[in-house]
């Protein structure tokens, strides 16, 4: 959460606290007046009822009043209300409201020394009671009590004034002990209903704050390792670049990636890689400086920024510090993980002035260094210039071909072994440039991925490749390699799937081809999409079978429908003596045993097709039996009707602008 929404958070919690505090105090004080308001009129209603029935019980009232003692009728009453507990007092006051006679507790006598009221000659002047109520400040009176005037009118003249005190202190307490009930109930429920929304409005809030604090993290760290991911590290380079002044020490950026960690992976799983990485990271982090940067880019790639160099052999040092952090043993549930790792090093601005080009500069100085041996760094060097600016140009065309869909398909024929007859095509992905020639996928796959534009890529060729096998005849199928990245960025199985149903294609017309790297790291969440897959009717091939460490545990976690024997078997043939071919058989009689169809990619000459056709094999493919050619080329290519071909000829021997053999 931003220093701006936490300043706003806390005046809101303040801003409640204080909205919840004055309705409280205001239910409080509003109870409180109105109980007062309601003791005072009982109060005070009580006074001028017993003020009144004392004037009509006193029947020689205006003799009292004119300085006469009362009967004794009168003493009789006034003895009796002495008894009462509420009234403590009566003044009988003439008209002129002078004070004639006081019965109180102690005595009922006429008054030696007479006593003026404004009180009392005002109501005998209006005709109208006056009450009020006091709070008792001394021993002989209550703690509460009220006092009315009430005049005694003989033919609408007064004759006299009475004033009764009545004592409301228990009264008072009972208004008040109800008053504290009340209120109480009544703040209660005023805080329960604003306090529970504020919890709910609290923790909601926190929860989106937490929410908030998660989206920024994940923006800028990388969720494994908890460094910095690429974005943040570009911001934080670009902000040191724009800060550096000219003339000013350098800054150093070390590519880092780990020497053969795919054997870490394959030898102790998924975890023991995560464990590796996060381990690695922890001693990058460990090494840097306070204004050093540290990144995880993806996989096992890392980004070391040195802030302030001031020579290059400084970068060296670092460099060789950075090599040293991986070479102590990396402990995981008993197995000791020793590595190397390869960096490449540039610096800025001699080699570049932004965080894209020194980025791309460090890349290619890492690939130097894989290059010439791995566990070793190499610096940028100006002659590795044409190399960026041919990658960038490479990153600009698949960029813009990709924008307007212009890549190619070529189709590869399959045959079966036993008769060459011909059972369908594999479609393998072309990048024109703008001379018309042609980029092979392994010149340019990795980079589309890198550039995150793998999924677009790869839904087009799946669009296309359903879309022209459509118009093929229907024992013909289609086989389409998939990235790996297509399984973990999007839903593999609603692309394929509306691929099909967009071309009108069956779906055992379509084979998914996929490679063990796929399966690595993540093979239970692949396997499950593609059963899924299997589920709509397409097959499964695993591809390049036989270069991998563990793509025979695969075999037996899933059924696919066919093996492809990686074409390097087909080209170490005629050099490996009976090595290549011993290892083909097996897996030939492997896929028998599994009920797998096995094709054998890369056959070229017609030795290696003999030996097949002894071997048993299913199905084969290669430049004996066909070229990659455009659709259009097809027909034109010797297979009217895609009938059998002649044994062994070699059929679609297209001159093919590729030079590279590969697919």
């Known amino acids: 959460m931003s220093y701006l929404s936490e300043i706003s958070y806390r005046r809101g919690l303040v801003l409640f606290a204080l909205v919840l505090t004055i309705l409280i105090g205001g239910t409080w004080l509003t109870v409180k007046a109105t109980t007062d308001y309601l003791l005072n009129q009982d109060a005070a209603s009580t006074a001028r009822d017993w003020a009144a029935y004392l004037v009509k019980s006193v029947p020689d009232l205006n003799l009292i009043a004119g300085g006469e003692q009362p009967s004794s009728a009168s003493m009789a009453f006034f003895d009796a209300t002495r008894k009462s ?17 006081v019965s109180d507790r102690n005595k009922v006598a006429l008054v030696d020394l007479s006593e003026f009221s404004a009180d009392a000659a005002r109501s005998a002047a209006t005709l109208t009671p006056f009450t009020d109520v006091i709070e008792g400040n001394t021993a002989d009176v209550p703690a509460y009590f009220a006092r009315a005037y009430v005049a005694a009118i003989v033919d609408d003249k007064p004759i006299a004034v009475v004033a009764a005190y009545v004592d409301e202190t228990e009264q008072r307490d009972i208004f008040y002990r109800t008053f504290l009930m009340a209120a109480a109930a009544l703040c209660g429920l005023t805080a329960l209903s604003f306090g529970i929304p504020a919890i709910a409005w609290y923790r909601r809030t926190r929860e989106k704050q937490r929410a908030d604090r998660r989206i920024h993290y994940l923006a800028h760290h990388d969720p494994l390792t908890g460094l910095y991911n690429r974005s943040r590290l570009t911001g934080q380079l670009e902000r040191l670049l724009i800060a550096r002044t000219p003339g000013a020490s350098s800054v150093a950026v070390h590519f880092i990636d780990i020497d053969y960690f795919k054997t870490v992976n394959d030898s102790l799983g998924h975890d023991g890689g995560d464990f590796f990485l996060k381990t690695i990271a ?52 008993g197995n000791a993980i020793i590595s190397t790792m390869s960096i490449g090093i540039a610096l800025a601005p001699s080699d570049g002035n932004n965080p894209e080009r020194l980025l791309k500069c460090a890349d290619l100085a890492l690939y130097k260094a894989k290059n010439d041996g791995r566990n070793c760094f190499r610096f940028f060097r100006a002659d590795m210039d044409s190399e960026l600016q041919a990658r960038i140009a490479l990153e600009k065309l698949i960029r813009n071909t990709a924008a307007k869909d212009g890549f190619v398909l070529h189709f590869q024929p399959v045959y079966e072994m036993a ?55 229907k024992h013909l199928t289609v086989a389409v390699n998939l990235s790996p990245a297509q399984f973990t960025n999007g839903d593999i199985c609603a692309i394929v799937a509306d691929a099909l149903k967009v071309a009108g294609l069956e779906p055992r017309r379509l084979e998914l081809e996929i490679t063990e790297n796929l399966l690595l790291g993540h093979s239970d969440v692949v396997l499950a999409e593609l059963r899924k897959l299997k589920d709509i009717g397409v097959a499964i091939v695993m591809d390049d079978f036989g270069t991998g460490y563990s793509s025979l545990s695969y075999l037996w976690r899933f059924p696919f429908d066919k093996i492809k024997i990686d074409r390097s078997f087909m080209q170490g043939f005629n050099n490996s003596g009976h090595d290549a071919e011993t290892v083909v058989k097996t897996i030939i009689g492997l896929g028998r045993q599994l009920n797998m169809r096995v094709t054998v990619e890369g056959v070229e000459t017609a030795e290696q097709a003999a030996f097949l056709d002894g071997a048993d094999a299913d199905q084969v493919q290669g430049y004996f039996f066909g070229r990659p050619v455009p659709a259009s080329d097809i027909f034109a290519g010797g297979l009217p009707g895609f009938g059998k071909a002649p044994p062994i000829a070699p059929l679609l021997r297209a001159a093919s602008p590729i030079a590279a053999p590969a697919k």
């Open 85 to 101: 507990n509420q009234v403590f007092r009566y003044v009988i006051f003439n008209r002129d409201g002078y004070s004639q006679l």
């Open 419 to 473: 008769d060459r007859h011909l059972i369908g095509f594999e479609a393998l992905l072309r990048l024109p440039r703008p001379d018309g020639t042609l980029i092979a996928p392994a010149d340019f796959i990795s980079v589309a991925e890198n550039m995150q534009l793998i999924d677009k890529i790869g839904a087009w060729v799946l669009r296309e490749a359903c879309r022209t096998a459509a118009t093929w005849p």
């Open 282 to 333: 922890g001693r990058l982090r460990a090494i840097i400086r306070r204004d050093d940067i540290v990144a995880r880019l993806g996989g096992d790639e890392f980004v070391v920024i040195q802030a302030y160099v001031e020579t290059k052999d400084e970068a060296a040092d670092f460099a060789n510090r950075l090599l040293a952090t991986v070479k102590t043993p990396v402990q995981f549930n």
